[in-house]
């Protein structure tokens, strides 16, 4: 049902891993990675039992415990959109966690999906957006940059100030543009395809400029993730751009 009207790229699954940054175009949502790690985040973990078989010698060999959402499938052409596997690939791409605990995926997609009502989410399927589900999708990706670089914000959430002898990335705006291209699009900001700063100078000018100088308030912290979330870049890692 996934693959269902959508075209493979061949060779290039095995040059650009998911775990890895994008090439410069082509879709990515058929290779093998893409395509299970969309299944197992729309998978219920735990849901099933006197589910695991035995060996010759009667040894208990275990099942992997996963019940399949299908309403979740078939999808938009880029499996991003859908909203579990946007919160799966932070848990990759922040935590380094190749699998999310089951409470943490939900908890974290709800705070995209939910109810209005409850004060957080949008009232929406995992593979719908409105109006709504990139304010949510852009507060849920920085409460990952939170939980592992907690000391990197003020208390409502801009940049705190910051200096090192580093050369290049000694300034709170500098650091977190810098980690920006290597949490979303999996490489520095002058690695391929860029192979200078020119990126970095621009969104490091219109943070400085426009959002409270450096260290950056709120807002520029918000827009800078607004900005790499839907980047071409970033959903070409995983699909169409």
Partial sequence: MYLQNRTGVGGSCSLYPIQGPAPSG???????DRVTQFIKANTFLSRLANINGTDGLGNSIPSPNRFLSVQAIPTTLNPLYNHRFFVWRHYADFLTRAEPDEA????WTKEIT???????????GVDTDNPCTNGW??????SFWVAIHQDWFTGNYGLVPYT???????TANKRFLRWAYKFYLQREP???PD???????????DLTNNYGGDPANQDGVRHIIDMFINSPEYRRRFGQS
Avoid: E, M
């Fill in 26 to 32: 082509g879709d990515l949502s058929t290779c093998p």
């Fill in 104 to 107: 943490g995926l939900d908890w």
């Fill in 114 to 124: 939910g109810n209005p009502i409850d004060g957080h989410g949008c009232n929406v």
């Fill in 137 to 142: 999708r852009i507060s849920t990706s920085r």
């Fill in 164 to 170: 090192s002898t580093d050369p290049v990335y000694n």
């Fill in 190 to 192: 002058n690695g391929p």
């Fill in 195 to 205: 192979n200078n700063f020119d990126g970095f100078n621009f969104w490091l000018t």
